[in-house]
């Protein structure tokens, strides 16, 4: 096969467009805005699949619903025949024994692409990676789907959740909105990338709202097939610790004397998370993921490193100071993106 396609070598009734999506994990937190989107670009037949027992109530109207027993693989190769993209969006407790039966029965059923579950910090980066103990787990999805032999990847490259992980608790982002204090990690200068649930809805449904291939070797406009077998790398802003603490106090109209600011060098603060894990706090794996990519070595800075996407799917300029706010709205609610609901 050659490495690049043309659709105007594509055999006749070949449509240039990607119509039919699946999304399993549709009402979570990123599936949810994938499928809100797609739902306003107008352009794809977006179907849920959900398990048997339920899952469907909170899924908007257009939403097409297909219930399926994860266990049984004819019920996963019989929702996804005839669909042209499987997005996976699964709780990460779930991803180790649900993705692989999704992937595999996709596979079987002729699914084209497949964006298995990532949307978080570069898993290009091998010592990134490995220090922030998710590169294994998401690596294995990309295999997964190398191993149906006919599907391809695309993996959305997010980094961190940027209200989410300023609203949860100190062990993410270093702040504790309701309290008002913060730890910065080395000086608070640090840049990294950071995206919101929206701009991830965006990025998702404007890659396939692009042709599926070019036209031909003249055409140079982006496609889907740009991102076969790889990361498509989205931000919403490259912002440190110290911009993060300016964007609340402009919302909340407060200066640092209101505020607790203290200090931690990331070193130290990430063996910390390693001792927490070894005695079976969670909290310390929550530590030593975000302390990582905080390292001042750059490679949080996924912009700098590889470029973004941002671009060529035409997403929008985002304005700091509204996510900071719905970021403070979250931290007053108490919401935690660490107990399993979904992506």
Known sequence: MSSKQYANTQPAGFTNRIERVAVVGASGTVGS?????????????????????????????????????????????????????????????????????????????????????????????????????????????????????????????????????????????????????????????????????????????????????????NDKSPTVSDWKNKPLYISSFKVSQREMLDSIQRAQGTTDADWTIEYESTSERYKRGQELLKTGDYGGFVICLYTRVFYPNGDGDIEERYGLANGALDLPKEDLDEASARAIELAAKGANPYQGKGR
């Open 33 to 217: 805005g994938v499928v809100r989107e797609l739902l306003k670009a107008g352009k794809h037949t977006v179907t849920a699949i959900t398990r048997a027992s339920g899952g469907s109530a909170n899924l908007p109207e257009g939403v097409k619903v297909t219930p399926v027993d994860y266990d049984d693989e004819a019920s996963l190769v019989s929702a996804l025949r005839g669909q042209q993209f499987l997005m996976i969006s699964l709780p990460s407790s779930a991803t180790a024994t649900i993705q692989p039966k999704l992937i595999a029965a996709a596979g079987k059923a002729g699914v084209p692409y497949i964006m298995p579950n990532c949307y978080g910090p570069d898993f290009v980066n091998e010592s990134l990676s490995k220090e922030t103990l998710t590169g294994d787990s998401v690596r294995a999805g990309m295999k997964e789907v190398e191993k149906t032999g006919t599907a391809s990847w695309i993996a959305l490259v997010c980094s961190f959740w940027y209200e989410f992980s300023l609203s949860f608790n100190a062990n993410s982002y270093g702040f504790d909105i309701p309290n008002k204090k913060v730890t910065f990690f080395d000086d608070g200068n640090t840049r990294i990338n950071t995206s919101t649930w929206d701009q991830c809805g965006r990025a998702v449904a404007s890659l396939l709202s692009l042709k599926e291939l070019p036209e031909d070797e």
